[in-house]
Nanobody, 120 residues
């Protein structure tokens, strides 16, 4: 079992930046995928970005490519999502998730989510 806790959401103006963090109850994920997803009101949850815990390989949704960066913060043992050049359409609840392999489309462990609101 893996428990995930997100932090760092908030309100920001368009063009601004936010950094989300995902802390996990396990410290060893060697072959795990850790991803970020988001769900906007009235829309389905969508993939944002993912990273292979043990090797650093990454994957991004087209909508965030070049604006968002996913990385491990080894000092904090978290997976962070740096979000730059934010747009109102990035407004959503952002969820951290973990899957037991890389690459994967199956994420078995989910956090509770953190709200990100981008004002125009």
């Amino acid at each position: 079992q893996v428990q995930l806790v997100e932090s760092g959401g908030g309100l920001v103006q368009a063009g601004g930046s936010l950094r989300l963090s995902c802390a996990a109850s396990r410290r060893t994920f060697t072959n795990f995928a850790v991803g970020w997803f988001r769900q906007a009101p009235g829309k389905e949850r969508e993939f944002v970005a993912a990273i292979k815990w043990g090797g650093g390989a990454t994957d991004y949704a087209t909508a965030v490519q070049g604006r968002f960066a996913i990385f491990r913060d080894n000092a904090k043992s978290t997976v962070d999502l740096q979000m730059n050049s934010l747009k109102p359409e990035d407004t959503a609840v952002y969820y951290c998730a973990a899957g037991a392999s890389w690459p994967t489309t199956r994420y078995d462990f989910w956090g509770q989510g953190t709200q990100v609101t981008v004002s125009s």
